[in-house]
Nanobody, 114 residues
């Protein structure tokens, strides 16, 4: 059974940076897509960034060049470099992968506040 776990979340000041990591285990084949979604309290889960096995990336509209997703392919790991963080980025961030079944990590909390 595939398991995903996120790390790297925490409290940062506006304008700061964080790097999230997602580690996978129980894998027998490569993922088609890996990436990140986020959910703030009372809101729907939304796309942050994904990367395909071929290295094609996709970003949510709110990122506007601030975030970079990397990893995937044979490593079966994914990272999210977040720069110029804003208070509205505060949310739980979840790792996602498809093989082609969908898998989710338990989430890591990111809080952006002065």
């Amino acid at each position: 059974q595939v398991q995903l776990v996120e790390s790297g979340g925490g409290l940062v000041q506006p304008g700061g940076s964080l790097r999230l990591s997602c580690a996978a285990s129980g894998i027998v084949s490569r993922f088609y897509v890996m990436g990140w979604y986020r959910q703030a309290p009372g809101k729907q889960r939304e796309l942050v960034a994904t990367i395909t096995r071929g290295g094609i990336t996709n970003y949510g509209d709110f990122v506007k060049g601030r975030f970079t997703v990397s990893g995937g392919d044979v490593k079966n790991t994914v990272y999210l470099q977040m720069n110029s963080l804003k208070p509205e980025d505060t949310a739980d961030y979840y790792c996602n992968a498809r093989d082609p079944d969908e898998h989710w990590g338990p989430g890591t909390q990111v809080t952006v506040s002065s």
